[in-house]
Every structure is written in C-alpha cells, then in structure tokens.
C-alpha cells in the first residue's frame, strides 16, 4: 500500500486572508500544487515544511514568510488516489503560512508559476483560467475540510 507522509502549506494572501492562497504550477504534470513536503527521517512536520518553502519559492527562511508554530490541521485517511487503483494512505498536516514584508510578495508576483487561487478555483480543481489543479490536492483539501469555497 502507498503511503505519503508529510506537511502542506496554506500559504495566504497577504490582503486576502482566508481567501486566496499561493499556488505554484507544476510543469511536468501541467496543473498547480501547494508546496507540499515529504517529511525526512529525524524532520518534523514543520521544518520539512519550511524547508520546501524556501527552496521552492525562492524565500528566505525567517525574513519572507512566517509559518505558524503548530499545524492547523493533523489529517490522517486511507483514500483512493484519481488515477490509481490503490488506496494511499495520507498523514499530513497543514500549515498556515503568511509573507512578511513586501519583498516577497513581489518575489511571488514576478514568478510566473506561482498565483493566487480562491477558494472555489482550489475545492472546483480548476482556476479561473481553466487550468487543473492537482487532485490530490483537491481531494485532500475537500477531506480535511481545511479551505472554504468563499464565492465573493
């Protein structure tokens, strides 16, 4: 049985928190994701986290962004993955994590794989644009319950 255990970060919008979150397109798989860490053997949730934030996005640690010190949300499930005949199980946890100072906002803004999607766009599994965005994602923001569909 496949399994993944890791963190997700909940990456917020500096002006519009709560409704729209960081998500960075995935080339090879053509749909966006939210930075997501497999945790390493002696890492915790969180620094595998904050290690894939800084690498991915190309933030500094402690001066672009501040992760929150305990997970929102632990989640653990037994689930079918979308194009797999095995269930996977899921231990992760979500964390909330919100941009410090304007020079990342303007480091995100000048990435052209990374946006900003709502709500809906994330729990729909497609942007505004019509892109995808990744189901594991979409069925695992859904499961947790951790985001919600805000329409205005």
């Known amino acids: ?36 860490a497999e945790r390493l053997e002696q890492e915790s949730w969180r620094e595998c986290l904050d290690r894939e934030i800084a690498w991915s996005l190309n933030l500094r640690r402690g001066k672009d962004y501040i992760m929150s010190s305990a997970a929102r949300l632990h989640f653990e499930a037994q689930l079918p993955v979308p194009g797999n005949e095995e269930e996977t199980v899921f231990v992760v946890e979500f964390y909330v994590t919100d941009l410090y100072g304007g020079a990342a906002l303007g480091v995100l803004d000048r990435n052209p794989d990374t946006c900003w999607l709502s709500g809906h766009e994330l729990l729909s599994g497609v942007t505004a644009e019509g ?22």
């Open 1 to 36: 049985m496949n399994s993944f255990v890791g963190s997700i970060a909940l990456i917020r919008h500096p002006e519009q928190l709560e409704r729209q979150w960081l998500a960075h397109w995935d080339r090879s798989a053509e749909q966006y994701e939210f930075v997501t």
């Open 131 to 152: 892109k995808s965005v990744a189901p594991i994602l979409v069925m695992l923001l859904t499961k947790a319950d951790i985001i919600k569909r805000h329409t205005n």
